[in-house]
T-cell receptor
C-alpha cells in the first residue's frame, strides 16, 4: 500500500486556469505538508497542517489555498495559474512536527 | 534564517567506491534529516538524525550538533545510489529547510 499518495501525477494546464492537487496518507500521521520543488531542484515548504490546523504558511501567493478535510488528507487548490507556478509539488507527512517526514511521489505541474 | 550548505554539489563515482557527503548548518537545530531523490523524482527519507550516528546497510550518517555539521557515508556505491541527496534541518519547530543537494552519479 502506498503510504503517501498524490493525484494527479502530471498536470498540464493553461495560464489563468484553476486546478487542485490531492494528497492522502495512510500512515496515521497527524502532520502534513506541501512543498514546491523548482526547476533547479530546490525544495521549499509552502504549508503545514497539524491535526487539520494550519501551522505553517510561508510566503506563498494567496492564489494557493490548502485545505485539510481530515488528518489523512491535504489538498492544494491553485487559482489563476501563472507560468511561474510550473514546478513539482510534493506532499509529505510526519507524526509530530519534529519527526521524520515521508514524501509522496510528487505532482508535476506545467503551465503553458 | 538558518543556512544549509551541502558539499560537494556534484559527485561522480565508479561502482564500488565509497563517498562522504557533508551538510553544514548555521545555527543549532532540533531536527536533521537526509533524503535521497532518485532519478524518477521520488524523495526517500534515509535518516532522521539530529545528533549521533546511525547506520542502515551501506549507508550511515553522523551529526555533530555542537559543530553544526552532518555527514552521510555511502559505502560500496551502486548505480541505484545515483540521484540527489538532500540534507534538511529544522529549528524551533518551524519548517524543514533544505540544502541545495549533492548530485551523485554512479557508473558501472
Amino acid at each position: 500500500d502506498t503510504a503517501v499518495s498524490q493525484t494527479p501525477k502530471y498536470l498540464v494546464t493553461q495560464m489563468g486556469n484553476d486546478k487542485s492537487i490531492k494528497c492522502e496518507q495512510n500512515l496515521g500521521h497527524d502532520t502534513m505538508y506541501w512543498y514546491k520543488q523548482d526547476s533547479k531542484k530546490f525544495l521549499k515548504i509552502m504549508f503545514s497542517y497539524n491535526n487539520k490546523e494550519l501551522i505553517i504558511n510561508e510566503t506563498v501567493p494567496n492564489r494557493f489555498s490548502p485545505k485539510s478535510p481530515d488528518k489523512a488528507h491535504l489538498n492544494l487548490h491553485i487559482n489563476s495559474l501563472e507560468l511561474g507556478d510550473s514546478a513539482v509539488y510534493f506532499c509529505a507527512s510526519s507524526q509530530g512536527r519534529l519527526q521524520e517526514q515521508y514524501f509522496g511521489p510528487g505532482t508535476r505541474l506545467t503551465v503553458t | 534564517g538558518i543556512q544549509v550548505e551541502q558539499s560537494p554539489p556534484d559527485l561522480i563515482l565508479q561502482e564500488g567506491a565509497n563517498s562522504t557527503l557533508r551538510c553544514n548548518f548555521s545555527d543549532s537545530v532540533n531536527n536533521l534529516q537526509w533524503f535521497h531523490q532518485n532519478p524518477w523524482g521520488q524523495l526517500i527519507n534515509l535518516f532522521y538524525i539530529p545528533s549521533g550516528t546511525k547506520q542502515n546497510g551501506r549507508l550511515s550518517a553522523t551529526t555533530v550538533a555542537t559543530e553544526r555539521y552532518s555527514l552521510l557515508y555511502i559505502s560500496s556505491s551502486q548505480t541505484t545510489d545515483s540521484g540527489v541527496y538532500f540534507c534538511a534541518v529544522e529549528r524551533g519547530g518551524t519548517a524543514l529547510i533544505f540544502g541545495k543537494g549533492t548530485t551523485l552519479s554512479v557508473s558501472s
